[in-house]
């Protein structure tokens, strides 16, 4: 008797039918497969990974490309092995698979596979944050994504990838989430804006991929080298909606002051009370990874992202403050989730109730998280947003959130400007100080500035210093 062919679980066979109708030639692609599964104990998040090849269309601008689709974010099974049974109605596991497009070599005869080890590391990110990525996110890799030691293209975008539609499988639904490659102008302009604005930019710029968004690793200049307009536009776009960055990740310290010190010399500006915030930088170890200071450090340059709560709005920020940030064992690379936020609310929703309100207070923050001040300001506070940074790099958490008067539900007044619950501080930034700040903080987007940089607003009592990222636990 013929022996039977095993059966293809539900989910990963409407899966399968999907991508056999956009690739109707190419039934058996080439599929990088995790060789221990993860409901086994395996690293590796996702099933599979296929690689299908693209003939482009070259009058369309969509150059031929390898096509990377995974398996296994979305639930394959069915049968509660790896994420909760949903069903028809609801999102199936996470919700998405990722696909990825990367230009092809005129000499390339298969696909390269460390695309499809950067798709397990951002599947590990998702599996360990519960942060799902929404087309617009961007992702800051700090890394060639190749692995390469000089690639411009180090960060990542999120988009919807237009050749797919929403697949109902018997689990529930799968949207595809296309991961594009881009350079560090690039995301600066996605943080300071919007993803899906810079992503319709690059698919107007010839060599940036076409409709489709393919990535060229070889890719040198930016939309903003290749098109002049381009920057006119991200300005406009600020100017118009603002930015929909609502946080991030940042080395953070903050602490109350019980008078000012008028003193340049000294790195503390404030006489500090004994109660702090309780993340102490003396009582850091300087021997941890965060003194890495998220450069790439393992050998084949394949990330392994720690567990780092991207924070986007409050309810992700009470979540981190209140359950603290978890550990990952393996810790040898650093990454961060710029999430950013569809519907940019004003409203902080049920806010916690201040232990405390302060008279003043001291922020100590590193340079990467501080060169987003200007963006914060201009992006989210101008538009009568609210703007965070978290501390993700200590076992207490930390937060700053900046809102402005008309955010709804937050702990501040105009009479208490500064009010803390737990290691959570609200400062309130009312008119006046927005436009002091706004000038003040331009000086931030050049290259060039000296670290450390304090500003100091004494009539306030509020002081923020900027720290060099690798001069933070010294």
């Not at 698919?203 to 098109?227: E, H, Y």
Request: charged fraction near 20%; hydrophobic fraction near 35%.
């Amino acid at each position: 008797a013929a022996m039977e062919r095993p059966m293809i679980p539900l989910g990963l066979e409407a899966l399968y039918k999907t991508c056999s109708n956009l690739y109707s030639s190419q039934q058996n692609p080439l599929q990088v497969t995790a060789v221990v599964k993860f409901w086994l104990g395996g690293p590796d998040p996702l099933d599979y990974v296929s690689m299908y090849e693209n003939q482009g269309k070259i009058e369309d601008g969509i150059p031929p490309h390898w096509h990377y689709i995974s398996f296994g974010l979305s639930d394959l099974h069915g049968d509660g092995r790896v994420h909760r049974f949903s069903g028809p109605g609801f999102p199936s596991g996470f919700g998405f698979e990722l696909s990825f497009r990367l230009k092809k070599k005129p000499e390339e005869k298969s696909p390269p596979t460390w695309p499809a080890s950067l798709m397990q590391a951002l599947a590990r990110y998702v599996f360990t944050t519960d942060n799902v990525l929404q087309p617009g996110d961007h992702v800051t890799w700090h890394c060639p994504l190749d692995g390469s030691t000089d690639g411009e293209i180090r960060h990542l975008l999120m988009i919807m990838d237009n050749q797919f539609r929403v697949i109902e499988s018997p689990f529930g639904s799968v949207r595809m989430v296309q991961i594009v490659g881009i350079t560090q102008d690039e995301l600066k302009a996605a943080q300071k804006w919007n993803g899906l604005g810079v992503a319709n930019l690059l698919r107007q710029t010839n060599g940036c991929g076409g409709p489709l968004l393919v990535t060229d690793i070889n890719r040198r200049k930016s939309i903003f080298q290749l098109n002049q307009e381009s920057r006119l536009m991200v300005e406009a776009g600020v100017e118009r909606e603002g930015s929909d960055l609502a946080g991030v990740s940042a080395r953070l310290h903050w602490m109350e002051y019980t008078a000012f010190v008028s003193t340049s010399a000294s790195r503390s500006h404030w006489r500090i009370q004994e109660e702090d915030s309780g993340d102490n930088l003396s009582d850091s170890n300087s021997e941890s990874d965060e003194s890495n200071g998220g450069e790439c450090i393992s050998a084949d340059c394949s990330p392994v992202p720690k567990t780092r709560m991207s924070v986007e709005d409050s309810h992700q920020i009470r979540h981190a403050l209140q359950k603290g940030l978890d550990k990952e064992q393996d810790t040898n690379w650093s990454m961060k989730s710029d999430r950013s936020v569809g519907n940019c609310s004003t409203s902080l929703d049920k806010p916690l109730l201040p232990s405390r309100y302060l008279s003043g207070v001291s922020i100590t923050m590193n340079a990467e998280a501080g060169g987003l001040l200007p963006c914060a300001v201009r992006g989210r506070l101008r538009h009568g947003r609210h703007f965070t940074f978290q501390s993700a790099n200590t076992e207490i958490s930390n937060a700053v959130t900046f809102v402005t008067p008309s955010v709804i539900g937050s702990m501040v007044t105009r009479e208490k400007p500064y009010a803390a619950a737990g290691g959570w501080l609200q400062i309130l930034v009312d008119e006046e100080l927005l436009e002091v700040m706004e000038a003040e903080f331009r000086i931030l987007s050049i290259d060039s500035i000296e670290l450390p940089k304090t500003f100091v607003w004494a009539e306030r009592k509020l002081a923020i210093t900027i720290v060099p990222d690798e001069k933070w636990l010294l």
